[in-house]
């Protein structure tokens, strides 16, 4: 079936660090898969930090880049030096072009220290 | 600028009395529209989606439903809650299809069964 997963959280970097957090996709259903990362700041709503809808393409984002690759099924999200104010439940969602459903992973809670 | 409200912010509910959760998009005529679940250390899940009025597809069954008695609000009830009812509730809207376009969360409902 279709499925989304994750890098299990919580995830604790220092400020500076690099990053990545992993995520795969299973599109046996979805003819043209679509990607995206969204993230949930403490005390905010749950947002999109990007998407990606071309195989093969990078979306980038507040530091944050994810390439969509489909040989291995990845959409890995990475960034080179972590803030504070990083620190976020990020989640991985996978979804159909022209279609309604959205598959998301568990979710990622990253803690950033200062 | 469209608004999102979600009601009620919290609830606490004994196992087989009713639910009722609203929600409403203000500032964007006739939005796709979607509910989401996630129980405590679980995955975000789609529940149902509506393209128009009158119209909601159920994507996964949890003994809940939903209706769209206007263009912009969104109702999920149930006449007997269950202790798997327990988590928190996402609306969302989107212009496009959500497997491709960028979907704009509301703050949430939490509910809690005993």
């Not at chain 1, 099924?73 to 990083?86: C, G, I, P, R, Y």
């Not at chain 1, 568990?106 to 220290?113: A, E, N, P, S």
């Not at chain 2, 529209?33 to 069954?61: D, H, K, N, P, R």
């Not at chain 2, 202790?83 to 939490?110: E, I, K, M, N, V």
């Amino acid at each position: 079936g279709d499925s989304v997963t994750q890098t299990e959280g919580p995830v604790t970097v220092s400020e500076s660090e690099s990053l990545i957090i992993n995520c795969t996709y299973s599109a046996t259903s979805i003819a043209y898969p679509n990607l995206f990362w969204y993230v949930r700041y403490p005390g905010e709503g749950l947002q999109l930090l990007l998407k990606v809808i071309t195989a093969g393409q990078k979306g980038s984002s507040r530091g944050f880049e994810a390439t969509y690759n489909k040989e291995t099924t990845s959409f890995h999200l990475q960034k080179a030096s972590v803030q504070e104010s990083d620190s976020a439940v990020y989640y991985c969602a996978l979804g159909d072009t022209n279609a309604y459903k959205v598959i998301f992973g568990k979710g990622t809670h990253l803690h950033v220290l200062p | 600028a469209q608004t999102i409200h979600q009601w009620p912010v919290a609830e606490i509910k004994a196992v087989g009395s009713p639910l009722s959760l609203g929600c409403t998009i203000k500032g964007k005529s006739s939005p796709n529209l979607y509910w989401y679940w996630q129980a405590t250390g679980g995955t975000l899940q789609q529940l149902f989606y509506s393209i128009t009025v009158g119209q909601v597809e159920s994507v996964v069954q949890l003994n809940l439903s939903a209706s769209r008695p206007k263009d912009d609000q969104f109702i999920l009830s149930t006449e007997k809650l269950l202790l798997s009812h327990s988590g928190f509730y996402l609306c969302a809207w989107s212009l496009g299809g959500a497997g491709q376009d960028t979907q704009y969360f509301g703050p949430g409902t939490r509910l809690l069964v005993l």
